[in-house]
Every structure is written in structure tokens, then in C-alpha cells.
């Protein structure tokens, strides 16, 4: 219940989002200059499948930001660019998250798009979408998802998380164009 309230707060009094002009995505994709990515909060270590390092890769000489999440907030990990290792579950609410000096450090970055690899909701992520206010917010369809993030690849629940997130890599890796040496 406390979680429910906390997302219908975030949704509809921090930063709410104002309808832009229609865009490409693909054109937002090859454009960004600043992409963050919020790992996963699992408790035990998993088979992630694609690693971050080819995510990050899919965007080459751009600033890349890591956000680990940790036992708590205050610990987490704001780390720029490729960082391999298995986060753990991060215990909060949306009181600590307001008050958290890691927040208010990522808040202060610009931000073109938000990847949020984490398949469940997500205090954190939500509130980053709104502080951050991306172009680009992506992530997997999950519950309130549809009025935080504006590109949403379905979630299989029949398969693993790692292939899911393979899933994903896949498709983000689509909408980026190639160029040809």
C-alpha cells in the first residue's frame, strides 16, 4: 500500500511530464550524448545474460553513467561508464529517496536517455525518470510503466530474465543506426 502511495506521488507531483513534440525515437537514440543505466536490484546473483559492457557499447564515445543499486541508497553506485558486478536489493522509501545526496547528485546531470533494466518496479527508477526528465526513458512493460517510461519492451514472464534483457539489448541495438566504414 505504502509502495502504491509512493508511486501515485511520484506520478503526479514530481516533475510531471509535459506531452513534447512527436519525435523519432531512432533519431533521439543516435543523438543522445548522455545515456544512464539503472541496473537491476536482485538480491542473489543471476545469469544476466547480455552484459552491461554490450550495452554500454551500443553507445560508443558517449557519456555513460551505471547506477548500482546497493543495500541502501546512500551506498549506491553512481559509476561513469563500464562496471561489472551483481547488485543487491535496496531496502527504501520514498522519504529516504527525497533526502539522498546520491539522488540530488543525479539530478544534477543531464540526462538524454534513461535505460532502466530492473523487470520490477522501482522506486528509484521512477523518480529518476521524473527528476531526470530524459527524452528517452525505456524499460520493461510493468505495472505504471506506461506513465513513466515512453518506450516499453514487453516482458515475457514465460522466460528467463536474462533472456529477456537479450530481448532488449536486441531491440535497442535495432534503432541505433550503423554506419558503414
Do not use: W
Not at 32 to 39: E, G, L, P, Q, Y
Not at 49 to 76: N, W
Amino acid at each position: 500500500m505504502l509502495e502504491h502511495l509512493s508511486i501515485l506521488i511520484i506520478r503526479f507531483f514530481v516533475n510531471p511530464f509535459i506531452p513534447k513534440f512527436r519525435t523519432e525515437y531512432r533519431y533521439l537514440m543516435n543523438g543522445a550524448k548522455n545515456i544512464i543505466f539503472s541496473c537491476p536490484a536482485e538480491e542473489k546473483n543471476k545469469k544476466f545474460g547480455i552484459s552491461l559492457k554490450k550495452f554500454t557499447d551500443l553507445f560508443p564515445h558517449r557519456s555513460v553513467t551505471i547506477l548500482y543499486p546497493e543495500l541502501t541508497l546512500e551506498k549506491c553506485k553512481i559509476i561513469p561508464n563500464y562496471i561489472d558486478g551483481y547488485p543487491q536489493k535496496i531496502k527504501y522509501n520514498l522519504l529516504h529517496l527525497i533526502h539522498s545526496n546520491n539522488l540530488s547528485q543525479l539530478g544534477s546531470k543531464k540526462c538524454d536517455i534513461f535505460i532502466d533494466l530492473d523487470p520490477h518496479v522501482s522506486l528509484l527508477n521512477l523518480l529518476l525518470c521524473r527528476q531526470l526528465n530524459p527524452a528517452l526513458r525505456i524499460s520493461f512493460d510493468k505495472m505504471e510503466s506506461k506513465h513513466f517510461y515512453n518506450i516499453r519492451y514487453n516482458y515475457n514472464s514465460q522466460k528467463s530474465y536474462s533472456e529477456n534483457r537479450t530481448g532488449l539489448y536486441t531491440f535497442l541495438n535495432s534503432m541505433i543506426n550503423k554506419k558503414s566504414k
